[in-house]
């Protein structure tokens, strides 16, 4: 299993990106990037918001903003560690979330947080979302977010 660790930092500038979205009733995606060749686990460095369409229950990112994320990516030297939404209602990877998913490489992490991340603080990250990591039979499981077995943490 991919593990990540991120700051409260960057949960909070991840917040208010995703929050942006829930004002307007739309979810909005986030990406956790890290320094390329990082290994396992991979600390968040960075927080990027693409260029997307976004609707109250879905988004996708149009082709340029893709290529302008690879071009960010190769650039700065870095890798997406996970992709990070909202939902309306309650946090789960949906069918629409599977067919726009940004990253879908075994071992990629999706991370959705429930009514527009709007109940979601650093302190309780944790408690509320739902991690999903890419299976190698091309399904999204459900992984724990605390525990021994959990696939993040934040750090201070």
Same mark, same amino acid.
């Given at each position: $299993?991919?593990?990540?660790?991120?700051?409260?930092?960057?949960? !909070?500038?991840?917040?208010?990106? #995703?929050?942006?979205?829930?004002?307007?009733?739309?979810?909005?995606? /986030? #990406?956790?990037? =890290?320094? /390329?060749?990082?290994? &396992? *686990?991979?600390? +968040? +460095?960075?927080?990027?918001? *693409?260029?997307?369409?976004?609707?109250?229950?879905?988004?996708?990112?149009?082709?340029?903003? $893709?290529?302008?994320? $690879? !071009?960010?990516?190769?650039?700065?030297?870095?890798?997406? +560690?996970?992709?990070?939404? &909202?939902?309306? %209602?309650?946090?789960?990877?949906?069918?629409?979330?599977? /067919?726009?998913?940004?990253?879908?490489?075994? %071992?990629?992490?999706?991370?959705?947080? *429930? &009514?527009? /991340?709007?109940?979601? &603080?650093?302190?309780?990250? #944790?408690?509320? +979302?739902?991690?999903?990591?890419? !299976?190698? =039979?091309?399904?999204?499981?459900?992984? *724990?977010?605390?525990?021994?077995?959990?696939?993040?943490?934040? $750090?201070?």
């Amino acid at each position: $299993m991919k593990r990540i660790i991120c700051s409260s930092a960057v949960i !909070s500038d991840t917040l208010e990106i #995703l929050r942006v979205g829930g004002h307007r009733r739309e979810e909005r995606v /986030a #990406l956790w990037l =890290s320094k /390329a060749g990082a290994g &396992t *686990p991979a600390e +968040v +460095v960075e927080v990027y918001e *693409p260029d997307q369409v976004t609707d109250i229950d879905f988004f996708k990112l149009p082709p340029e903003s $893709m290529r302008a994320l $690879m !071009s960010h990516l190769v650039s700065t030297r870095r890798r997406i +560690v996970a992709q990070i939404h &909202t939902h309306p %209602g309650q946090a789960f990877h949906s069918e629409a979330d599977a /067919a726009w998913a940004i990253v879908q490489h075994i %071992g990629a992490l999706s991370l959705v947080l *429930p &009514t527009f /991340a709007f109940n979601t &603080t650093p302190h309780n990250f #944790l408690e509320q +979302v739902k991690i999903y990591e890419f !299976s190698p =039979s091309s399904e999204w499981d459900l992984k *724990p977010g605390v525990g021994p077995d959990a696939a993040m943490e934040i $750090m201070p």
